[in-house]
């Protein structure tokens, strides 16, 4: 009666809410893969016999939080293990690394090269909320250093670069496939050091956050 109409309705995903959603979808789980289906996604408006349907999702960036949350709790102390696909160990380890090399060259005088800083790597549970310092570890310049750092010690640091520069696309996703490819090719090789595999297995799941 007063011209709005619902459209969507967006939660965190803490479960009560997955389970309202379950019910929204008429106690039907989610079998899809990759692309969801019109009805794992929406719901008839309950109030209107006919119009659109209303959209669901979770927040985006309760889910980017949460996806740092799990990430952060894979470590030396932490309650999970995350382990690639090639059966390689990785975790919050590689992100703190990253941060400590990061702060020697800061220390020498050089200027960062990466978005990491303490409250990012070592947050509070006020800095567990700040969006900022949950990005840190998936930003372009952060993933960046990973890949100069990955290519100089496997010694393919030329053969990742496409135009002659490591600012040689503005289109992210094909730079990060290109630099992924040619580093997986050289971390097969034997004799590679278990923590060089690790560091990779990292920079897989952190350029698959970012995408995400």
Partial sequence: SIGHIILGVATD???NNSHLFKLLRSGKAIKSIGW??????SFKNPAIFEGPKVAMWHCTTHAAKAKRNAHMSSCQLGKRNFTSKDGVEFGWDNVTETYVRDQKRVSGGAPPETDLTLASVIPDSYNK???KHSKAPYTYKTLNEQFTNLGGALGCLKEMLQKGTFSESKKFRD???FRLETLRHTINKPNVDAKLKSAFANLEYSV?????
């Fill in 129 to 131: 909320m700040t969006v």
């Fill in 36 to 41: 969801l289906r019109d009805d794992e996604v």
């Fill in 13 to 15: 995903a803490g479960g």
């Fill in 208 to 212: 698959a956050v970012d995408g995400i």
């Fill in 175 to 177: 730079v990060y496939k």
